[in-house]
């Protein structure tokens, strides 16, 4: 399904920076590859469907804008250090990295779906972890740099069926957080986002879980809207570090 072009918002401080994105293969990670693109960074694709980085990375240099991509699973350490690397070796430098890859296999605790816990701890935080240490020594190096950290509401809530998700989101801030107090160079930006239409959830199996997220999706937002709010975290200027952002459906109580 061909995805809406985001509108096009010129902001300054974004120009030929280099941003790696992870999970960039569709909804929040393709829309914001898009978005930045259009106010003229060097967008570095990574995921694991590269047939559809391909075709999105295609769409964006037909714009006239500057993208590559690599392959990258983002629970292999390793994996992620070539990724990084190759964004560097690519541009020179890595100014931001945009920590998106998510998973939400909502369920119950007593249904014991210890694998779906396992996947969720590997891919919500340990990817999160292997981006910062992929990245870290790259922006000490260069002098600055800023980390952007997809959360959700779920770092702040916590709700039957959400118990592993909420916990591994609650992971993610803390990490942001502690992140943030120890930098002196380095920004550091917690995107917190509601209830959005996307691949999220698709690997739900628990069937009341579904039907939970369909219901909350009556009122999501577009992908859109949080690409916005990443191009404004990255847009201002070095000394100021916006932390966290929340993004919710105006009409949505969660």
């Given at each position: 399904m061909q995805t809406s072009q985001p509108e096009k918002i010129t902001m300054l401080n974004v120009d030929k920076k280099v941003v790696v994105i992870t999970g960039a293969s569709s909804g929040i990670g393709e829309a914001t590859a898009q978005l930045l693109s259009q106010n003229g960074a060097n967008v570095v694709l990574g995921a694991r469907r590269t047939e559809k980085l391909g075709?999105?990375?295609?769409?964006?240099?037909?714009?006239?804008?500057?993208?590559?991509?690599?392959?990258?699973?983002?629970?292999?350490?390793?994996?992620?250090?070539?990724?990084?690397?190759?964004?560097?070796?690519?541009?020179?430098?890595v100014d931001v990295i945009f920590n998106n890859a998510g998973v939400m296999p909502l369920s119950r605790l007593d249904a014991l779906k210890v694998e779906e816990w396992d996947t969720m701890i590997n891919v919500n935080i340990h990817g999160v972890l292997n981006g910062i240490a992929a990245g870290l020594p790259i922006m000490e190096a260069q002098g600055g740099g800023q980390f952007i950290n997809t959360a959700s509401i779920a770092a702040h809530m916590v709700g039957p069926t959400s118990a592993v998700y909420s916990a591994t989101k609650y992971a993610v801030w803390a990490i942001s957080d502690g992140l943030r107090q120890e930098s002196k160079n380095i920004r550091v930006t917690l995107i917190s986002p509601g209830v959005v239409e996307t691949e999220l959830g698709s690997d739900i199996t628990d069937d009341a879980s579904k039907g939970f997220l369909q219901e909350l999706r009556k009122t999501a937002l577009t992908s859109d809207a949080i690409a916005r709010a990443v191009l404004y975290a990255i847009a201002q200027p070095a000394d100021v570090d916006v932390n966290e952002i929340i993004v919710r459906p105006t009409a949505s109580a969660f």
């Open positions: 075709k999105i990375v295609e769409e964006i240099r037909d714009q006239g804008n500057t993208a590559e991509f690599r392959a990258v699973d983002v629970t292999n350490r390793e994996d992620v250090k070539a990724f990084i690397h190759f964004a560097k070796d690519k541009f020179g430098c």
